[in-house]
């Protein structure tokens, strides 16, 4: 990668910087240029020669295109983050674990090899975010024959700092013995250390470790368990058997020791300096406990508690049926349980009934009917009309029609007020409003009849935009003639409007370029 990096750096440093040698070349040729079209050209020969420069690193250019491809599928990967590292010969359970303590969905099939690749998956434990790193199945053999899918796992495993979770086959099913995976372990395992180790037994569903020969069970405890730090934990990724207790046991063995590596640095001192903490003393007084008095007077007076258990709403309507009905009110605390089912109720919509109810209403209700027959009696509730002479009635009458006379005379100065309007034909106006025309008569004194058309009441019209403002039609003829002498300046050049700025070529190429011809030269 570097044998093809390093020439696109030099074809960088030729073309680009302002004091590479094509550039610095050609800007000094331009300096020498004795016209437009000089100049032109010997920026279309400087291009030309960058052109060949670059196509010169075309092999260099597409193997680095092929990286930025091939890095941008690889997952990413938080260096500094709280992580778990799976590992193990192919097909003993590392996906399924992944995908059953994450949110990961990596292929899981019975063939080796299905992982061709790193996988991260995230979880979460106590409250802190986890990336778990599913990697490709490692054969036990040489550093140097190991393929490009192994070298990712074992890379992984030499360079990230995370707690390494061995997964093994006790069952076999995988395809390789007990014996070969303890040896995978032995030759690998250089490359996790100073790092916390968690070893998972899977598959215990299918093989028990207590059903394991004895010779398999001493190779697993002269492998694991003369290490101290090595803790070897059963597990089962079918029924997720003892999976939870490997990712608890993985996280706190990481914690400790990310806490351990902070201890032994230099930095502790200076934050331990600032800290001070703070431990009281244990008081030596007993503290008894405290009982109120009213319990201890009931504890004196005998008094137990009634074992008896009120039934519940639920209990009730299953055991009544279809008889039960649901009361509300009778378990209420009242003084007089007679008030319980009272309908009036002491507040009404936040108002005290008892404020508003008079003791003597009665009473007062009888005075209020006797006082009513008296005035009755009395005739102050006869009408006036019966007393009226036919004199003031004519002049009632006569009244009333000077109203509806004044009336229509105002309706018909609104009508009058909108006649300068362009009138509307009635087809438009029963378009507009869906309905048909209508009239209404109405008679004024006898003999006078006006008929009032539906099509006047309809909603007001307010002019153009073109015409408001102007009195009447000589002025709005007058302001078309302004507005198309103001538009001939720019209808002739030819212009879209008010905003156009085009510029229109003012030597067309084709009629001013080139060798002249033996034709003629008057456009020339």
Wanted: aromatic share 6%.
């Amino acid at each position: 990668m570097r044998t093809k990096i390093s020439p696109v750096k030099v074809t960088s440093h030729l073309h680009s910087s302002p004091n590479s040698s094509v550039a610095k070349d050609y800007n000094r040729l331009l300096k020498f240029g004795d016209s437009l079209y000089r100049c032109k050209q010997l920026k279309r020969a400087a291009l030309g020669r960058m052109c060949t420069i670059m196509k010169r690193q075309n092999s260099s250019l597409l193997y680095l295109e092929q990286v930025r491809q091939h890095l941008g599928r690889l997952p990413s990967i938080d260096p500094n983050t709280r992580t778990l590292l799976l590992f193990g010969f192919p097909n003993v359970g590392k996906s399924s674990f992944v995908n059953n303590i994450t949110r990961a969905n990596v292929e899981v099939q019975p063939y080796a090899f299905t992982t061709k690749s790193l996988y991260v998956g995230h979880t979460d434990y106590q409250y802190l975010r986890w990336q778990v790193i599913d990697t490709p199945g490692i054969l036990d053999k040489p550093l140097e024959d190991r393929n490009t899918i192994e070298m990712q796992a074992i890379t992984a495993l030499a360079h990230l700092r995370a707690c390494v979770v061995c997964v093994l086959d006790i069952s076999e099913q995988c395809g390789y013995s007990l014996q070969q995976q303890c040896d995978l372990f032995n030759n690998i395992k250089p490359l996790f250390a100073n790092k916390p180790l968690i070893v998972a037994l899977n598959k215990i569903d299918a093989r028990r470790p207590e059903d394991l020969p004895q010779p398999e069970k001493d190779l697993l405890e002269q492998t694991f368990k003369k290490d101290a730090n090595v803790l070897v934990i059963p597990m089962s990724t079918l029924t997720k058997e003892g999976v939870s207790e490997v990712q608890n046991t993985a996280c706190d063995a990481l914690l400790a020791h990310r806490i351990e590596q902070k201890m032994a640095g230099n930095k502790v001192d200076n934050i331990l300096n600032r800290l001070h903490v703070a431990v009281p003393k244990a008081s030596q007084e007993i503290r008894q406990p405290h009982i109120p008095e009213g319990v201890l007077a009931q504890r004196a007076a005998g008094y137990t508690k009634p074992d008896t258990i009120r039934k519940l709403e639920r209990d009730l309507e299953e055991e009544l049926g279809d008889d039960y009905i649901l009361d509300l009110k009778k378990h209420y605390d009242l003084p007089n349980p007679d008030d319980k089912y009272d309908d009036i109720p002491e507040v009404w919509q936040g108002h005290n009934i008892a404020d508003f109810v008079d003791p003597d209403i009665v009473q007062k209700l009888e005075e209020l009917e006797k006082e009513e027959a008296m005035l009755e009696e009395a005739g102050v509730y006869e009408s006036e009309d019966e007393n009226l002479t036919e004199e003031q009635m004519e002049i009632r009458e006569k009244a009333g029609l000077i109203r509806k006379e004044k009336a229509i005379i105002r309706h018909k100065h609104r009508l009058n007020k909108h006649r300068n309007r362009t009138p509307m034909s009635e087809r438009v106006i029963r378009k507009k409003q869906g309905v048909k025309r209508a009239r209404s008569v109405s008679t004024v004194a006898g003999d006078v009849a006006m008929e009032v058309d539906s099509k006047f009441q309809t909603k007001k019209i307010k002019p153009g935009r073109d015409v408001s403002g102007l009195r009447d039609e000589k002025q709005v003829k007058a302001v078309r003639i302004l507005k198309k002498r103001s538009q001939i300046k720019m209808n002739q050049f030819g212009r879209a409007g008010e905003a156009d700025r085009h510029i229109a070529a003012k030597l067309p190429k084709h009629l001013f370029s080139g060798k002249r011809g033996a034709g003629k030269t008057q456009r020339r």
